[in-house]
């Protein structure tokens, strides 16, 4: 299994980008989750959603953002619109067996063991 995320950008504060991740095995029960991080800081967990459709956001990223699946439940999308300067960071999309529960999107990324290779998002003030 290989995550593949894409979407990334510049954009200017107030603008929006939808970021996509495929690759994660749809055909079983998954939780995928959207993380981010800068450098020297620890990694955030921004979103998760799984095959059941429940959906957990990180607190600084709620009313904002929004993680989403297409109908042939290949891709997981991540809208983010009303972007700030401190949504700066490399996104990862990540994976793991089973559903999601509300404390993985707290726990720094620990519970999930498949990750993709990340894509940056600049947001400018």
């Known amino acids: 299994v290989q995550l593949v995320e894409s979407g990334g950008g510049s954009v200017q504060a107030g603008g929006s980008l939808r970021l996509s991740c495929t690759g994660y095995r749809s055909h079983v029960n998954y939780c995928v989750a959207w993380f981010r991080q800068t450098p020297g800081k620890e990694r955030e967990g921004v979103a998760t959603?799984?095959?059941?459709?429940?959906?957990y956001y990180g607190g600084s990223v709620k009313g904002r953002f929004t993680i989403s699946e297409d109908n042939t439940r290949s891709h997981i999308y991540l809208q983010m619109n009303n972007l700030k300067a401190d949504d700066t960071a490399t996104y990862y999309c990540?994976?793991?067996?089973?559903?999601?529960?509300?404390?993985?999107?707290?726990?720094?990324?620990?519970?999930?063991?498949?990750w993709g290779q990340g894509t940056q998002v600049s947001v400018s003030s």
């Open positions: 990540a994976a793991s067996i089973g559903y999601c529960q509300r404390w993985y999107v707290e726990g720094h990324g620990r519970h999930f063991d498949i």
């Open positions: 959603i799984d095959r059941d459709d429940d959906k």
